[in-house]
């Protein structure tokens, strides 16, 4: 990404800051009173800060989930799947496993839930891969059975028998260490920004990102070259599954501490967004993902001091990915009118 | 007779990067059948889409009936009898015959379709010309030569006077072609227009009054059916007249590195685009295989490397037997390739010049070790391939889509020459390259022999064939049809071979 590209976004931000204000002036508030408070709601004290870093980390996780399999050309938009997967497996293991040192216990928790949703992730890149059926639907249909299926579980064998639907508590020894309390922010987010600078190490600096980068980029290439983009194309989206596991795994270790029936509001979906006005460049996730973090988290606060609902920050949040997605249409076009000269 | 019907002059199409068309001119009189012929590329089926309006020209003037048009709609070229049956059938698979006929125009008895009249139409044309189809089988089941026939009458069944048939035989058997051919004549006689977009020559002299050739986007003569020859035209095709190259340089050819056995490969379209093709080139020659484009070149080349299935045969490679093995281990086992198309294989356009020039190594030390690229090793090797092969601009980090075609073909020629393999498949491997870019990659060509390399040279270029090669292969319809030392061959001996005529 240049550095053009970074104003860019800069300028789409504030663009679309501008268009929200206008609609906050619509409904008959103050704009600078409301941005002010959701300032507030975002920065000023740890429960908003540390509720910032709550949402970002599975946010940026599940974006960059999204972004790896957009690497091998998979349009994955099955990231909410493998998080609620990855957050049954982590739950599991997290209760059904005792008497583990957290040193133990923590890290097989973790690989539980990446092996399920990296497995769960295989699936449609091998569907797609060896007999093109189109990722989106199996992705879409898959999410359904994965949800559906944990309802299952947590209604019947694994059961914590409460009124509510849930697991049973995990242990002790599988709970992350949590700071900036009362806010729930826990370790998981060094976990998410050590997953984020190994994943960006592995595609840029080994040969196994190499291949991976040049199938999604030209599979007829790398077939040409000696890379075999079928099985390439699998294992991106294993270690895009993979990585949805493990913002499930976190969210329930760190935050809930137990499996819940529909734990998530479509997380993963918000984390697609952000990936793909990062234009899946894995430097830009975490910068999208934080700024989502911010306005969803600061929303709470803009709504409770100035009555401006919180829904407003949705709007704000449409209007951001239309201008970003105007502006990936246009620079696809000059990519693709230069690409047709060559071509021709 | 001879009262033009349409008539292109001036006629300038550009897509981005490319003249399509230059100064493009067509005539088409009353009831003649004409050719226009050409290479892959060489703009014929730009300049019909022009007539029938699918493409706007840039400038130039169509006239038709002695009405001029800057420029024509498929609607209006329709309304004024022009038809077109293009490459790829544009048929629906789930409808029947006479629905896909009918589409669109259907006869209507009040609110109903009046299957009747349709089906009388339809009867009218199979008698007439023998265009022989079954209404009411769905055009998914039907064969290809039929689905033709459906395409055909579907043209005139909207009122076609002309009709534009682009390579109509491409997809045909020899039995269906000459059936074809039965066709067009029966339509001819009932005073159609034919344009017969071809570049089997054999089949233009036998169908056509009259042939136009183009190359490069130009036209280059219109000649009379029946005087042309197919030597005369094959020359017009590939150009060249004078050869600017000078001679192979001498060789000492070794052992046998790469042998072809009896090799069928499926193609696109057709069952078998190879049929049974043999050869073997040594170390320390190089083996021109010539043929105008279309013939099986393309599929050879992407056989031999793992790109393609191979049927039936064997591809000896060192020793080994490679056909079917993926790429990577025919790599593994000596073969270097240079593809046909540097924008669809050769390069990853969306990176930049160092991760495609270390594309072929970057598994294997220096560039990596233990899976750990060493980008500071990548830019010295990327930097020293740019520097010997003279690559512009000169810099590791320009992006590839950025480089100009000659440029672009050199990143591909260093990357495949500088290992050294021991066979080297070059295919068209100065296509749409420049002057100085031609000389590099020809004289890397030549070292590459000279170090004991087999090299394997697809060209559609005669002139490069007859200054590199020591022998010449020559491929006509999926077969080779005869082979010449360089020192027999001459352009009249290949133009004849290239055209499935015998020496």
């Not at chain 2, 990327?382 to 073909?409: E, F, H, K, T």
Request: overall charge neutral.
């Amino acid at each position: 990404m240049t550095r053009t590209s970074w104003g860019a976004t800069l300028l789409t931000i504030l663009l679309s800051l501008a268009i929200g204000a206008a609609a906050i002036m619509l409904l008959g508030y103050d704009p600078v009173e409301a941005y002010y408070q959701l300032f507030r709601g975002a920065f000023v004290g740890k429960f908003n800060i540390g509720g910032v870093f709550e949402r970002f980390v599975p946010l940026m996780l599940t974006a960059l989930a999204f972004a790896v399999s957009a690497k091998v050309s998979v349009f994955n938009v099955g990231v909410e799947g493998e998080l609620y997967l990855g957050a049954m497996a982590a739950a599991w293991a997290g209760y059904a496993l005792t008497g583990l040192h957290p040193v133990v216990h923590v890290p097989v928790c973790f690989a539980l839930a990446m092996v399920v949703a990296g497995a769960w992730g295989a699936i449609p890149g091998a569907l797609k891969a060896y007999w093109r059926v189109n990722e989106v639907c199996v992705t879409i249909l898959m999410n359904y059975v994965a949800i559906f299926f944990t309802s299952y579980l947590v209604g019947n064998p694994f059961s914590a028998r409460t009124s509510i639907p849930r697991t049973p508590s995990i242990e002790e020894s599988a709970k992350l260490l949590r700071f900036l309390k009362p806010s729930r922010v826990n370790i998981g987010l060094f976990v998410a920004i050590g997953v984020l600078l190994l994943v960006w190490w592995v595609l840029y600096h080994t040969t196994w990102g190499f291949r991976l980068r040049h199938t999604g980029q030209n599979p007829d290439f790398s077939e040409y070259v000696g890379i075999p983009p079928k099985k390439v194309m699998v294992w991106g989206m294993i270690l895009s599954g993979a990585i949805g596991g493990l913002a499930g795994a976190i969210e329930v270790m760190g935050i809930h501490g137990h499996f819940l029936d529909n734990f998530s509001p479509g997380i993963a979906f918000d984390g697609m967004l952000a990936s793909l006005i990062a234009k899946n460049d894995i430097r830009m996730v975490p910068v999208l993902a934080l700024f989502l973090a911010v306005l969803k988290t600061g929303a709470l606060g803009m709504e409770r001091f100035t009555g401006v609902p919180k829904t407003l920050i949705d709007t704000i949040i449409a209007v951001f990915i239309l201008l970003a997605a105007m502006e990936a249409l246009f620079s696809w076009k000059r990519r693709g009118a230069a690409s047709a000269g060559e071509g021709a | 007779m001879s009262s033009i019907l349409i008539e292109m002059s001036g006629i300038n199409k550009e897509f981005p990067g490319v003249k399509a068309v230059q100064d493009g001119m067509f005539t088409l009189e009353e009831g003649e059948i004409h050719s226009l012929v050409g290479e892959n590329g060489a703009g014929k089926s730009t300049l019909m889409k022009i007539l029938y309006g699918m493409y706007s020209p840039e400038s130039g003037t169509i006239t038709v009936r002695g009405e001029s048009f800057p420029s024509l709609t498929p609607k209006r070229a329709i309304g004024m009898g022009i038809g077109m049956v293009h490459q790829e059938f544009m048929l629906v698979r789930e409808m029947t015959v006479l629905e896909n006929i009918i589409l669109g125009f259907e006869p209507r008895r009040g609110a109903m379709i009046d299957r009747r009249a349709a089906l009388d139409k339809i009867d009218y044309y199979a008698r007439t010309y023998g265009l022989s189809v079954h209404p009411d089988k769905k055009v998914g089941e039907i064969s290809v030569g039929e689905a033709q026939r459906v395409e055909i009458i579907k043209t005139m069944y909207r009122g076609a006077e002309i009709l534009v048939l682009d390579e109509p035989t491409a997809v045909l058997t020899p039995q269906e072609s000459e059936q074809l051919f039965e066709i067009l004549r029966s339509m001819k006689k009932d005073g159609k227009s034919i344009v017969f977009i071809s570049h089997k020559l054999r089949e233009v002299l036998e169908i056509s009054d009259r042939v136009t050739v183009m190359r490069g986007g130009r036209h280059i003569a219109t000649l009379d059916g029946s005087s042309a020859t197919a030597p005369e035209l094959a020359r017009l095709m590939v150009g060249r007249e004078v050869f600017l190259g000078g001679t192979p340089v001498p060789s000492e050819p070794g052992e046998v590195a790469l042998s072809v056995e009896g090799v069928y490969v499926p193609g696109e379209k057709e069952l078998s685009k190879l049929r049974g093709v043999s050869f073997s080139v040594r170390r320390g020659e190089i083996l021109g295989i010539a043929g105008v484009n279309g013939n099986g070149q393309s599929e050879l080349a992407e056989a031999i490397a793992g790109l393609r299935p191979v049927q039936r045969g064997r591809v000896v490679l060192g020793g080994v037997e490679v056909q079917n093995m993926p790429p990577r281990k025919i790599r593994e086992h000596g073969l270097s390739h240079i593809p046909e198309d540097r924008n669809l294989r050769g390069l990853d356009r969306q990176s930049d010049v160092k991760e495609n020039l270390a594309a072929c190594s970057f598994s294997e030390p220096p560039l990596s070790r233990g899976g750990v690229v060493n980008w500071g090793r990548v830019r010295e090797f990327a930097d020293d391939l740019i520097r010997s092969y003279d690559i512009r601009p000169a810099g590791v980090d320009v992006p590839a889509a950025g480089l100009s075609g000659g440029n672009a073909q050199k990143v591909v020629v260093a990357r495949e020459v500088s290992g050294r393999a021991p066979v080297l498949l070059a295919s068209q491997p100065t296509r749409g390259v420049d002057i100085g870019s031609i000389e590099t990659i020809r004289a890397e060509l030549n070292r590459a022999k000279k170090e004991g390399a087999a090299v394997v040279l697809i060209s559609s270029d005669l002139e490069e064939i007859l200054s590199l090669s020591d022998r010449i292969a020559v491929m006509f319809e999926g077969r080779i049809t005869g082979e010449v030392s360089s020192s027999e061959a001459d352009e009249l001996s290949l133009g004849l071979l290239m055209t499935g005529g015998r020496r």
